[in-house]
């Protein structure tokens, strides 16, 4: 998830637990080769083994539509020995789909195919390749036609986000295409798009038939959504429930602040900020008033004081200050 998911929310979020994977963010295929300090920097996990300090794997994504580019870059990335390698026919985005990015390949699956076959034969057996698709540009026509063109084109796993390019992250996600998809190609696929709860894992399995699930945005606005998954703790978490992971969560967000602020100029760690806090609301009353509290600031020194108040701990003047409230 351009934008939203990099190295930093995933070494916040993965030590909660129950993910056997992440994804980077994609790099940009268009033409050139990509230097080795490029793929370091949107995945700095590769310097650990391509896994967060907490152990996850950590699979890097490519993005691009000339084949041969793209295989010289698979090939680039893979002596840095990533988990894996992912192909990005998902992407909605109007800037990416004018340059030949993402989701509007699926207008093309001879491309499609060509792309994860250059791909695969560039990259070592040791380096899984996987793809991630929607259901198609405008309608699902060709939804069947690009997952067995990807399937045949060497890719060991598919995930599908179950909406088509123009459906944007517009509810509902299509799960039963995901069923469809499964049933025609042999290679194993995961339902993805408009999971944000255990009722919403149920029904997406169910409705797909397959077992596995990606969680995007899901995982973001609820970091222990997966760690409950994988406990069996299908039930909605009660208030109090929610007051233990909130404590959790208090910590969690004091080190997206220090790992923001390590990454980013001062003046663009607000937003990044605001923008997991506006997410973390959906599910958090307490994310939701310090929301509140800091959607017009501007500045990290009044962050830090709304920050402090809630019982974040923030850094100041050299040592930790906290004024901790209640919840």
């Keep these: 998830m351009e934008g939203l998911l990099d190295d930093v929310l995933r070494a916040v979020i993965t030590p909660c637990g129950g993910y056997d994977y992440a994804v980077t963010e994609f790099a940009r295929v268009s033409g050139t080769l990509l230097p080795e300090r490029f793929f370091r920097r949107i995945a700095p996990e590769l310097a650990n083994g391509s896994r ?6 950590v699979r890097v994504q490519l993005l691009g539509s000339d084949p041969a580019c793209m295989a010289d870059n698979a090939a680039q990335l893979a002596r840095l020995a990533p988990s894996g390698i992912d192909l990005n026919f998902g992407c909605p985005a109007p800037t990416v789909n004018r340059h030949r990015g993402g989701a509007v390949l699926l207008d093309e699956p001879e491309l499609v195919h060509a792309i994860a076959h250059a791909v695969c034969r560039a990259t070592p057996a040791g380096v899984p390749v996987t793809a991630k698709m929607r259901l198609g540009v405008r309608d699902a026509g060709r939804a069947i036609e690009c997952a067995q063109a990807l399937a045949d084109g060497g890719a060991a796993m598919l995930v599908v986000h179950a909406r088509t390019k123009d459906e944007g992250y517009r509810p509902p996600a299509h799960w039963q295409w995901v069923g469809r998809i499964a049933e025609a190609v042999r290679v194993p696929v995961v339902a993805n798009g408009e999971v ?5 894992w149920r029904r997406c399995r169910a409705e797909s038939g397959v077992g596995d699930v990606m969680l995007g945005r899901g995982a973001v606005a609820d970091p222990f959504l997966a760690r409950r998954l994988r406990a069996g703790r299908l039930e909605t978490p009660d208030a109090a429930a929610r007051a233990l992971e909130w404590e959790e969560l208090r910590g969690m967000l004091g080190e997206f602040r220090e790992r923001v602020l390590r990454k980013v100029v001062p003046r663009h760690a607000p937003g990044r900020i605001k923008q997991w806090l506006n997410l973390l609301r959906r599910n958090f009353a307490q994310a939701e008033h310090l929301f509140q509290q800091i959607r017009g600031l501007g500045t990290m020194p009044d962050i830090d004081r709304a920050f402090a108040a809630a019982g974040v ?11 901790r409230r209640s919840a």
Excluded at 52 to 57: D, L
Excluded at 313 to 323: N, P
């Design 52 to 57: 967060t300090a907490g152990g996850t794997p």
């Design 196 to 200: 944000w709860d255990a009722g919403d």
């Design 313 to 323: 701990r923030v850094a100041s003047a050299g040592a930790d200050a906290m004024l």
